[in-house]
C-alpha cells in the first residue's frame, strides 16, 4: 500500500517536469521569435541610415522639443530678468524648469556637434586629409573647411581670426604639400551645409547659456560668488545640471571644457594643459602663472563644494560662495609670501645652578687610568700619500696607522711615565722594607787589599762620625753623684 503511494507520487512529479519543460520551451521559442524581429528591425533600421545624407544623420534641430526651448529662451532674453530680486526659484516655477531643459538641451547640442563634425572630416578627407590633425576643436574646423573649400592655394585664403598664426602656418605649409584631391560640387555642397548647421547649433548653445548665465544669480548664488555667472553657466551646461554638477568630482570639474591643443611642436612651457572653463576665471587670470595650477585645482575642489549647497538649496544668499572666494584669495596670498628669513640662533641661557658634573681625585685618577695611550693615537691616524702597514701585510689585517713611521721602519712607542705612575714609585721609594739599624746578611768584614791581602775591616767605618765612635758609655762623661740628705 505504501509501496504504491510513492510510485505515483512519482509518476505525478514526473509528469509536473514534462509539463514545465514544455511551458519553457514555447516561451523560449517565442523570445527567439521576437529577438529575430527585433534584430531585423535594427538591421533595416541601419540599412535605411543614409550617412550621405546631412538630415539622416542631424536630427536635432527638426525636432519640436528643439524649437519650443529655443523659442522660450529668445523670449525670456528678450524680456529680460524679472525674478532677480528673489533669493532662489522653487523647483515647480515654469523658469527653473525652463534652466533645467536648457542644461539637457545644451548636452545634445554638444552631442550634435560632435556628429555633424564626424560628417564633415568623412566627407572632407578627401581634399585635406592632415587639416583634422592640425585642427581639433570642431566648431574651429568646420569654420577652417568652409573658409578653404576646394581651393588649392591656401595663401589665397585669409585665416585670421580663425586660428591662432602658429597653426596657420603649418596648415599652410601641410597644405602645400598634401595628397587630397578636390571635392565634387555635390560632395562639397553637402560639407558645406553640414558647416553651416555646426556653426547654427553652436550659436544656439550660446543663446542658452546666455540664458542660464543671467539667471545664475539665483540658481546657483554660490557657485556665481565664486567663478562667476558665465563660467558657472558653461559649468552646468557641460556637465548636464546643478545636480550632476554636485555630483562631479573636483578633478572632473577642472577638465570641464578642456580642449586639446595643438602646439604644433612649438614650447610647451607656457601652454596650460588640463584646464577647462576654470581658466576663464577672474581668480585664474590675477594668478601668477608659477600658481594657476594650484590655483586651478582649489577653484574646481570649492566649486564642488558650492555647487552641492546651491543644488540642495543650502545658502540661497550666496554668502558660503563669498566666504569661500574670500579663503580662495587668503591662500593663494598666502602662496605669494616670500619664506621667513632665517633668524641667527641666540646661544642658550647660561645656568646658574651648579652642574651636577661628577669631579674630584677619583674621576681623574679614573679618566687617567683609561686615557687613550699615544700608541693608540698614532694607529689612529694616517700620513697623507703613505701607506700604513698592517699585521697581515698587503693592506689587510689590523692598520698601524702612522706607527712606525718614523723612518728606520720600526714600532717605536715613546713609554712616557704617567704622573700617577710616578707618583706610586715615589711612594714605594720612601717606604723601607727592612728592620730599623740591621745590616744586609751579605756584608762581609773581610777586605782583599793590594798591600796587606787579608784585612779585617769595619763595614760601618763609613756610617761613623768624624773619628768619635758612638757608644753606650761616653770616654768624656763621668758619674754623677748624688748626694743623700
Known amino acids: 500500500m505504501y509501496k504504491a503511494t510513492l510510485n505515483d507520487s512519482f509518476l505525478a512529479d514526473l509528469d509536473e517536469l514534462s509539463d514545465n519543460e514544455d511551458d519553457i520551451l514555447d516561451v523560449d521559442n517565442d523570445n527567439a521569435e521576437h529577438m529575430e524581429e527585433d534584430i531585423d528591425g535594427d538591421l533595416a533600421d541601419i540599412e535605411a541610415l543614409n550617412y550621405d545624407d546631412l538630415d539622416s544623420v542631424s536630427k536635432l534641430q527638426s525636432t519640436q522639443r528643439y524649437a519650443d526651448i529655443m523659442q522660450k529662451v529668445e523670449n525670456a532674453l528678450e524680456i529680460g530678468s524679472e525674478n532677480t530680486s528673489r533669493g532662489f526659484v522653487l523647483e515647480d516655477d515654469p523658469e527653473y524648469q525652463l534652466i533645467v531643459d536648457c542644461n539637457a538641451l545644451s548636452v545634445d547640442i554638444e552631442n550634435e556637434i560632435m556628429i555633424i563634425h564626424n560628417f564633415i572630416r568623412d566627407k572632407y578627407r578627401l581634399k585635406f586629409p592632415e587639416l583634422e590633425s592640425l585642427v581639433h576643436h570642431p566648431i574651429d574646423y568646420a569654420r577652417v573647411v568652409k573658409k578653404i573649400g576646394n581651393e588649392i592655394d591656401l595663401t589665397l585664403v585669409d585665416l585670421e581670426g580663425l586660428l591662432p598664426s602658429a597653426i596657420i602656418m603649418v596648415v599652410s605649409v601641410t597644405a602645400s604639400t598634401t595628397s587630397g584631391k578636390p571635392l565634387p560640387e555635390d560632395v562639397l555642397q553637402k560639407t558645406i551645409d553640414a558647416c553651416d548647421r555646426a556653426l547654427a547649433l553652436d550659436s544656439a548653445k550660446k543663446k542658452v547659456l546666455d540664458f542660464v548665465e543671467s539667471r545664475m544669480g539665483y540658481i546657483a548664488p554660490n557657485l556665481s560668488a565664486i567663478v562667476g555667472s558665465a563660467v558657472a553657466a558653461k559649468l552646468m551646461g557641460t556637465a548636464g545640471g546643478l545636480t550632476a554638477l554636485a555630483k562631479m568630482p573636483a578633478c572632473n570639474v577642472q577638465l570641464l571644457g578642456a580642449k586639446r591643443k595643438n602646439l604644433a611642436g612649438f614650447s610647451t612651457a607656457t601652454s596650460q594643459f588640463r584646464v577647462g572653463y576654470l581658466e576663464q576665471t577672474e581668480i585664474f587670470q590675477s594668478t601668477p602663472p608659477a600658481l594657476r595650477m594650484r590655483a586651478c585645482r582649489l577653484l574646481a575642489a570649492k566649486s564642488t563644494l558650492v555647487a552641492r549647497v546651491d543644488s540642495t538649496r543650502g545658502d540661497p544668499t550666496g554668502k558660503t560662495g563669498r566666504t569661500f572666494r574670500d579663503d580662495i584669495h587668503k591662500k593663494i596670498e598666502k602662496w605669494q609670501e616670500p619664506p621667513p628669513a632665517k633668524q641667527p640662533k641666540p646661544l642658550p641661557v647660561p645656568d646658574s645652578e651648579p652642574k651636577k658634573k661628577r669631579g674630584g681625585r677619583r674621576l681623574r685618577k679614573m679618566k687617567e687610568r683609561y686615557a687613550i695611550t699615544d700608541m693608540r693615537k698614532l694607529a689612529n691616524r694616517m700620513q697623507f700619500g ?57 756584608t762581609s768584614s773581610l777586605a782583599f787589599t793590594p798591600v796587606q791581602g787579608i784585612e779585617l775591616s769595619n763595614p760601618q767605618a763609613n756610617q761613623l762620625g768624624s773619628g768619635i765612635q758612638s757608644t753606650y758609655f761616653s770616654e768624656t762623661g763621668t758619674f754623677s753623684k748624688i748626694k743623700r740628705t
Do not use: C, H, W
Open 386 to 442: 703613505i701607506p700604513e702597514e698592517s699585521s697581515l701585510g698587503d693592506g689587510l689585517g689590523e692598520g698601524y696607522g702612522m706607527l712606525g713611521q718614523a723612518g728606520n721602519g720600526k714600532l717605536r712607542v715613546s713609554v712616557g711615565q704617567s704622573r700617577l705612575a710616578a707618583k706610586v714609585a715615589k711612594k714605594f721609594k720612601q717606604t723601607s722594607f727592612g728592620s730599623g739599624g740591621a745590616t744586609s746578611g751579605l
